[in-house]
């Protein structure tokens, strides 16, 4: 078996999460989309108020993948959850049980903080991510929808210009 260490991500990380998140946003054929900058991602994850955590897997000293996470709230439960935004594997790292261990790990933070619920989404192309899901015990929420507002919606929706 592989070692696998998985730690909390420090400011010391957040030039290689930035890494992550666009190796992450090239392999989801998104790269246009990933304009984060070092700068936002200190503030968002270890300024004053941290709107999310990162988990940082690391073999053998070399950094294999991160998990990004946050809180959110289901009123059916009443209770918080816990949700992951990104997952991602190093190509060269996948399949020794890193996934794995990140959302083991995911999943005991979840309990460790009476979480009622564990989600995230997956693009619906990515069919070995959503079989390890599967394999997991997670189940596909189909008869749900997620709606996006961004950009100039967003302003016209937030009544600006």
């Not at 990380?13 to 392999?27: C, G, K, N, Q, S």
């Not at 261990?101 to 192309?125: M, P, Q, T, Y």
């Amino acid at each position: 078996m592989t070692d696998i260490r998985i730690d909390p991500a420090t400011p010391a990380d957040v030039p290689m999460i930035r890494t992550l998140i666009r190796e992450l946003a090239e392999f989801e054929k998104l790269l246009h989309e990933a304009r984060a900058t070092d700068e936002q991602l200190h503030d968002s994850l270890f300024g004053p108020n941290p709107g999310a955590e990162v988990l940082m897997a690391r073999i053998g000293g070399e950094v294999a993948g991160f998990a990004l996470f946050f809180h959110n709230f289901s009123t059916f439960v009443g209770q918080r959850g816990l949700y992951l935004e990104d997952l991602f594997v190093r190509p060269r790292f996948r399949g020794v049980g890193c996934g794995e261990a990140l959302l083991r790990c995911l999943a005991k933070i979840a309990l460790e903080r009476n979480c009622g619920r564990f989600e995230w989404s997956v693009l619906d192309w990515n069919q070995r991510a959503i079989d390890f899901y599967k394999s997991l015990g997670a189940v596909p929420m189909d008869e749900w929808t997620i709606y996006r507002v961004t950009g100039e919606a967003l302003k016209k929706l937030g009544g600006g210009a």
